[in-house]
């Protein structure tokens, strides 16, 4: 029996495009009605790749999870920003998901960026991006780094302790300086106040000491902590960072002209989340520009995880639920339950007949380690060894965060576009 060719990125984008080239939506259509033709897409490109593999003669990397990415989700998140929050410009935070394809999609739909390292910088570089849309937001990164960026043509920097504005003064004075405050992230899921940002308090003696080593600053950064739920945070956070830019007005230390928002936002609160913005930006003034890293609004719906059983137990009881082991686990492809906190739930897919009695299920990854527990208890219909199941929301905090660790592969990525807009800016309608 011939056996199924593996995808390659460029393959899968243009023959699945070809194939479902019926599914292109015109941007007309409304968010929900688009997220649920990406849905479709993508279950039809899993079905397709999996119906052709013959679990009793295939090659082991015939079985290996795989990813399907949606470029079309992407450019709609992106327009979903700009209508909502077109005083705010996005820079997208590569650390979420580096991906090329993601970094071209937004290079080319005009966005900027926000990068932690070097290797960020370039990769967003290569892309054709002007080093004036690019923020290097990582205030502990090393004095070596942020001299690189600056040879990139990188100034915009974010900087929160004195030592960082002695290491300005002397190693790189041309830098645009925000000073970073440590907003409330206690609602958030991951507290990044905890390691980063200083207080009001501290933010005053900081612009002193700036002024006096005559250091550009240039503005006032936050971060209300990624995945946020506080949907008071953005309106809160804006107006601390407000005062402190009368505070520097008033005496006559700075005038800003920049204002960075940070991330936290979320693909379902985005809306409140949005319009509590919106509402502190009134009274930012209009001579400041407004700009945001938002990182897993962009992506995170984007990706579908597709994961096969190894093995099911059905007489073993792990506290009540049946034990199921697949191929993908928190060291790999679903290391977001670990680094981001998340709780992902799987689907189970294509099955002819699923049975409607569902069973309680405890699912683990594929590793040697006990560690490497994916949910401890979820229902499902009746699953069976070799049966695949799917994850949804994984393009946030996946691809980067994933090892290799015991060997286990990392999913590929299968790329198709339920977005015409989106593919045609990637080049991928000639290949159709
Ligand atoms: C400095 C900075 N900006 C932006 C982000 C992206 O945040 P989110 O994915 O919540 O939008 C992060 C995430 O850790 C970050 O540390």
Redesign the pocket.
């Given at each position: 029996m011939a056996r199924p060719q593996i995808t390659t990125k460029k393959y899968a984008s243009s023959a699945i495009d070809k194939v479902d080239n019926k599914l292109h939506d015109h941007g007309s259509g409304d968010s929900r009605n688009s997220h649920e033709k990406s849905w479709q897409l993508a279950m039809r490109v899993m079905t397709k790749r999996i119906e052709k593999i013959d679990v009793d003669t295939c090659e082991w990397e015939e079985v290996l999870p795989f990813m399907v990415g949606d470029v079309g989700e992407i450019y709609r998140q992106r327009q979903r920003w700009k209508m909502m929050l077109p005083r705010v410009e996005a820079h997208y935070?590569v650390?979420?998901n580096p991906e090329p394809t993601v970094i071209r999609l937004l290079a080319r739909m005009n966005s900027s960026f926000?990068c932690?390292s070097i290797p960020e910088v370039e990769a967003v570089l290569e892309h054709g991006v002007d080093p004036s849309k690019i923020i290097l937001?990582?205030p502990r990164a090393s004095v070596r780094q942020k001299v690189a960026a600056i040879n990139h043509g990188v100034r915009q920097m974010?900087v929160d302790t004195k030592q960082q504005l002695h290491d300005a003064k002397k190693y790189f004075p041309t830098a645009k300086l925000l000073i970073r405050l440590a907003p409330d992230d206690s609602k958030s899921k991951?507290r990044?106040s905890a390691k980063?940002g200083c207080s009001f308090d501290k933010a005053k003696e900081l612009l002193h000491v700036a002024k006096h080593e005559g250091l550009d600053v240039v503005g006032i950064a936050f971060?209300i902590?990624?995945?946020?739920s506080d949907t008071q945070a953005p309106f809160n956070a804006t107006m601390l960072a407000r005062d402190l830019i009368n505070y520097a007005e008033d005496s006559g230390l700075y005038s800003f002209s920049v204002l960075d928002v940070?991330?936290?936002?979320?693909d379902h609160l985005f809306e409140p989340m949005a319009a509590s913005l919106k509402a502190a930006l009134e009274f930012i003034p209009q001579s400041i520009r407004v700009i945001a890293?938002?990182?897993?609004?962009?992506v995170s719906s984007a990706f579908r995880l597709a994961c096969q059983v190894n093995d099911i137990d059905y007489e073993g009881n792990n506290e009540g639920n049946i034990p199921i082991h697949i191929n993908a686990g928190v060291y790999s492809d679903l290391a977001n339950v670990i680094s981001d906190h998340q709780v992902r739930i799987p689907k189970l897919l294509c099955k002819q007949d699923p049975s409607s009695e569902s069973f309680r299920y405890r699912v683990w990854g594929p590793t040697c380690d006990n560690f490497d527990e994916v949910v401890k208890s979820c229902s499902l219909p009746k699953v069976s060894q070799h049966d695949w199941l799917y994850f949804e929301e994984m393009g946030?905090?996946t691809i980067p965060c994933a090892t290799e660790f015991n060997g286990i592969r990392r999913a590929d990525i299968m790329w198709v576009s339920s977005e015409r807009g989106a593919s045609s800016l990637l080049g991928w309608d000639a290949d159709i």
């Open positions: 935070a650390k979420c926000d932690a937001a990582h974010t991951c990044l980063f971060h902590g990624s995945d946020a940070g991330g936290g936002f979320t890293e938002p990182g897993r609004f962009m946030a905090y």
